[in-house]
């Protein structure tokens, strides 16, 4: 990990810190972060603290305090995301406080949900063992066949009236176990 003041047009002529961090694997990736703020400034902030390294504010330490606070949101941050992703629900662009409060709570009950249905759910108990990625892989690709089958049935309705193909497609969606 190494830290390095530079000036930067990025915040408009201003000087910040630069942090580059990297996993611990060798060759593993790297990240990069800016601190707005200068650790001479948190001084006040950390000097109360009674636990070194906070309370050591001429130390070389100081210089990683904003890192340090930055990990927390961090952590949050990159939870927020995966769980965005794993869902699928949207692209990662939600910034206020209400949509992300909307959203969290919809993945935590999107959660809750498919836990419950292994169990409620019969055709769903082989997936008790397996991991959550299976459950929800398996679970997404029922939901788009039925997205699917019921789209496909809604427009055969408007446009053709055959009672025939209309029966033979309830049978088969039946023999699915789907339901419309």
Known sequence: ????????????????????????????????????????QMQIFCAWQEKAPLNQTGSERMQFIPLLCYTFRWNIEVSYYEQKTFWSLCSYMLRSRKGIEMLVNLINISYCAMKILLYQEESFSKYRTESVQEFRFALSEQIRQQVFYATFV???????????????????????????
């Open 1 to 40: 990990m190494g830290v390095r003041r530079v000036l930067t047009n990025i915040f408009g002529q201003r000087e910040v810190l630069a942090y580059v961090t990297s996993t611990e694997k060798t060759g593993g990736s790297r990240r990069l972060f800016f601190s707005t703020i200068i650790p001479e």
């Open 154 to 180: 809604r427009n055969i309705e408007t446009s053709i009236k055959s009672s025939v193909v209309m029966k033979a497609l309830k049978q088969l969606i039946r023999q699915q176990c789907w339901h419309l």
